[in-house]
């Protein structure tokens, strides 16, 4: 199994622009997540899904959009990509709401917004 | 509104020394607590996790945590820590909140560790 991937796994975007990050998981998971992590402000809940066609909002949605098609894919878009936007990304999914289960972790995408 | 501490920003430890790192939460109710590690470069793995039973919970790499319930704390331990421990730790945990269940991190800690 290869787990949560990540795709990319760096980018540079300029002010404006858009761009979309893939997470994809193998596990079978329901609940999918992405987080960003920032310098001294740890983890932090952009969006996350109970189920395939679901979202919800976590702790900083602002700026972001997500989707979820499939059961295993969850997209991360960036409609007008801002420098407050650069961060480390990291997508995780898990079986159950977390209460019971841990959640697994992919590589993480670097971006950064000039 | 609920919180998860820690205490410690950056720990620097010579090879062999132990390691306590701290967390603390603030909630009155049921709670379940993680550790996780993240080594340089790569992504968040779970260390241990405590959902109910012995508070003492044992996790990978020889690492062990404790819950204490009238301290809200669940500090991670190591008696002897190694060069490759050196790694951001982090704790989670989950609370109740309405109908839902909520996960708070900590803001981590990183650990270097002197050969």
């Known amino acids: 199994n290869a787990g949560v991937t990540q795709t990319p796994k760096f980018r540079v975007l300029k002010t404006g622009q858009s761009m979309t990050l893939l997470c994809a998981q193998d596990m079978n998971h329901e609940y999918m997540y992405w987080y960003r992590q920032d310098p001294g402000m740890g983890l932090r809940l952009i969006h996350y899904?109970?189920?395939?066609?679901?979202?919800a909002k976590g702790e900083v949605p602002d700026g972001y959009n997500v989707s979820r098609l499939k059961k295993q894919n969850f997209l991360l878009g960036l409609e007008s990509a801002a420098p407050s936007q650069t961060s480390v990304y990291f997508c995780?999914?898990?079986?159950?709401?977390?209460?019971?289960?841990?959640?697994?972790f992919g590589p993480g995408t670097r971006l950064t917004v000039l | 509104a609920q919180s998860v501490s820690q205490h410690n920003h950056h720990v620097i430890l010579s090879e062999a020394a132990s390691l306590e790192l701290g967390c603390n939460y603030s909630?009155?109710?049921?709670?379940?607590l993680f550790w996780y590690v993240q080594y340089p470069g790569q992504h968040l793995q779970l260390l241990l996790k405590?959902?109910?039973?012995d508070p003492l919970v044992k996790g990978i790499k020889g690492f062990e945590a404790e819950f204490i319930k009238s301290k809200f704390s669940f500090n991670l331990r190591k008696p002897s820590v190694q060069w490759s421990d050196t790694a951001e730790y982090f704790c989670?945990?989950?609370?109740?909140?309405?109908?839902?269940?909520?996960?708070?991190w900590g803001l981590g800690t990183s650990l270097a560790v002197n050969p």
């Open positions: 405590y959902f109910s039973g």
């Open positions: 995780a999914s898990s079986f159950a709401p977390t209460v019971y289960n841990e959640q697994f």
């Open positions: 909630y009155g109710g049921t709670v379940n």
């Open positions: 899904s109970v189920g395939e066609g679901t979202t």
């Open positions: 989670a945990v989950n609370f109740k909140a309405g109908n839902n269940r909520k996960l708070i």
